[in-house]
């Protein structure tokens, strides 16, 4: 099993800026996808965005559509994904996860991953 390793959460104001990073513990080969999810207090885990290894294909959550972006990174040792999120807001605050799939699924939904990381806390500030 791979796993995965979030950096770049933490605290920050209104409008401003954070970029998350998911490292996965060894070159894969066959990602399908990596994606982010995201879960508030007291509320279900949440899609953000999505990325396919290949086509570098990419989704996002409508509530995040022009502020966040995903990115992949197959140059290094390691498959790396990364979320540039700006304009944040305090409905951004959450624990944000990364996670990861070989299979060709719904990118969209928590089911179609396999692998996840241990997540890491955004809070905006108002």
């Known amino acids: 099993q791979v796993q995965l390793v979030e950096s770049g959460g933490g605290l920050v104001q209104v409008g401003g800026s954070l970029r998350l990073s998911c490292a996965a513990s060894?070159?894969?080969?066959?990602?399908?996808?990596m994606a982010w999810f995201r879960q508030a207090p007291g509320k279900e885990r949440d899609f953000v965005a999505a990325?396919?290894?290949?086509?570098?294909?990419?989704?996002?959550a409508d509530s995040v559509k022009g502020r966040f972006t995903i990115s992949r990174d197959n140059a290094k040792n390691t498959d790396t994904v990364n979320l540039q999120m700006d304009s944040l807001k305090p409905e951004d605050t959450a624990v944000y996860y990364c996670?990861?799939?070989?299979?060709?699924?719904?990118?969209?939904?928590?089911?179609?991953?396999?692998?996840w990381g241990q997540g890491t806390q955004v809070t905006v500030s108002s």
């Open positions: 996670a990861a799939t070989k299979f060709n699924t719904n990118v969209l939904r928590s089911t179609g991953y396999n692998d």
């Open positions: 060894e070159r894969t080969f066959s990602t399908y996808a």
């Open positions: 990325i396919t290894w290949r086509g570098g294909w990419t989704y996002y």
